[in-house]
Each structure stands twice: as structure tokens, then as C-alpha cells.
């Protein structure tokens, strides 16, 4: 079992930044990555960035490439969020993936094993 909690959303406006943490606890010691998904009012989930945990090896959403940035700690994932857009908004959870295995996609949120609760990011026009 992985507990995961987020942390660092808020309201900002156009052009802020933001660095979003999750911090995972329980059975970490497996895991083969984390990432990152929002999902917006009315719409549906949508991935934005993932990072493979040994190998740092990083994916992300084609509209955050180069605003946006994943990293991470022991036990802790980071979003650095910079360049902020109002469509940007929206509530952002991180995710994991326990154990590696043959035919994981990053991008796919249905082979996440672990989620957090969420934190909102609002971003004013």
C-alpha cells in the first residue's frame, strides 16, 4: 500500500509559477514511477508530466513542454510550474506506478496503481 498527498496548489495569475509536491509514504520501495495528471471542469482527465524513479527518464503533456518540469527526492515527487496560463486550471494529483511491468505507458492513468486526493491550481487571466 502508497499513501500519496499533495501539496503547493493556489491561485495565481497569468505568467506565476507554482511548484506543486507529493509526498509518498507506505511501500515506496518498489516504485517504478510517478506522474502527474489535472482535470479541468467539464473535462476529462488529462496527463501532464511523468518521471520514471531510478532512471529519471521524463514525459510530458506537448502544451507544458518547456513551462513545466517534473523531478524528484526520496519519496517525493515535484512540478515546478512556470509560465503559467489560465487553461492551465484545474485540480492536479500525482500518481504511482508500483512495480514495473512489460507494456506500461506513462500516459495511460489506468496503469497507475496509487493516487493522491489532488490540489487545485487556478490560474487568473
Known amino acids: 500500500q502508497m499513501v500519496l498527498e499533495e501539496s503547493g496548489g493556489g491561485l495565481v495569475r497569468t505568467g506565476g509559477s507554482l511548484r506543486l509536491s507529493c509526498a509518498a509514504s507506505g511501500r515506496t520501495s518498489t516504485m517504478y514511477a510517478m506522474g502527474w495528471f489535472r482535470q479541468a471542469p467539464g473535462k476529462t482527465r488529462e496527463f501532464v508530466s511523468a518521471?520514471?524513479?531510478?532512471?529519471?527518464a521524463t514525459e510530458y503533456l506537448e502544451s507544458v513542454k518547456g513551462r513545466f518540469t517534473i523531478s524528484n527526492a526520496p519519496n517525493t515527487l515535484y512540478l515546478q510550474m512556470n509560465a503559467l496560463k489560465p487553461e492551465d486550471t484545474a485540480v492536479y494529483s500525482c500518481a504511482a506506478i508500483a512495480y514495473n511491468a512489460a507494456g506500461l505507458d506513462l500516459r495511460h492513468a489506468l496503469d497507475y496503481d496509487f493516487w493522491g486526493q489532488g490540489t487545485q491550481v487556478t490560474v487568473l487571466s
Open positions: 518521471i520514471t524513479w531510478n532512471g529519471g
